[in-house]
């Protein structure tokens, strides 16, 4: 599977759109971008996950570059509750191990 | 939906005792996953079953780690005898069948504590 590069850490003001990057630039034709976000004590949450096109669902919308080298997740207004470490993963279509990275450790402020 | 179930949420024990997880998957799913969660870092597989069949098992510790899906619906996790090194938090995930395009969903864990 290829690896993920994100940033450790980032701001965001609550009610604003957080982005968060993600560098898969050795990312293969059939490996998935997958999203997930860990609250303390909880286990990980999905979020989307995506190939080739953008994707929306109620949580987020994934934001795939055409060479498929990095991808943005967007969480259009962002909450209090969406504080939390959020991993990029890319997953290959053969490989169903989840290779969870260190993540981007997200603060969503007042 | 009910999502997946674990039991207990935690727990503590002293090396070389032994402990055991129970899992609950989401209705319908047929794929199980058990993960080793230390602190500061992300999921590491553990084995994966398909309905009672194991696919991969490639990461356990075999020699102290044991894992079942008698039914192809519950599972347990053991570990026997536990080492220091395995205070982690195990989690349980499942899907609804294997393959990349299928997500995974977790369950809160099981935070184990070793004296």
């Known amino acids: 599977d290829a690896k993920t590069t994100q940033p450790p850490s980032m701001d965001c003001a609550e009610g604003r759109a957080a982005n968060l990057p993600c560098n898969h630039s050795t990312i293969s034709g059939n490996e998935y971008v997958y999203w997930y976000r860990q609250i303390h004590s909880q286990g990980p949450q999905y979020i989307i996950h995506g190939l080739k096109n953008n994707e929306t669902n109620e949580m987020a919308s994934l934001i795939i570059t055409e060479d498929r080298k990095s991808s943005t997740l967007i969480l259009p207004h962002a909450t209090l509750r969406d504080t939390a470490v959020y991993y990029c993963i890319a997953r290959s279509y053969s490989n169903n191990d989840m290779r969870f990275g260190a993540g981007t450790r997200l603060t969503v402020k007042p | 939906e009910a999502g997946v179930a674990q039991s207990p949420r935690y727990k503590i024990i002293e090396k070389r005792q032994s402990v055991a997880f129970w899992c609950n998957p989401i209705?319908?799913?047929?794929?199980l996953y058990w993960y080793q969660q230390i602190l500061g870092q992300g999921p590491k597989l553990l084995i994966q079953?398909?309905?009672?069949?194991?696919?991969?098992d490639s990461q356990l510790p075999k020699d102290r780690f044991s894992a079942e899906r008698l039914k192809g619906v519950d599972s347990t996790l053991k570990i026997q005898p536990a080492k220091l090194e395995d205070s982690a938090v195990y989690l349980c995930?499942?899907?609804?069948?294997?393959?990349?395009?299928?997500?995974?969903?977790f369950g809160d864990g099981t935070r184990l504590s070793i004296l």
């Open positions: 079953f398909q309905n009672n069949g194991v696919v991969d």
């Open positions: 209705s319908g799913h047929a794929t």
């Open positions: 995930a499942s899907s609804e069948g294997q393959g990349a395009q299928q997500p995974q969903h």
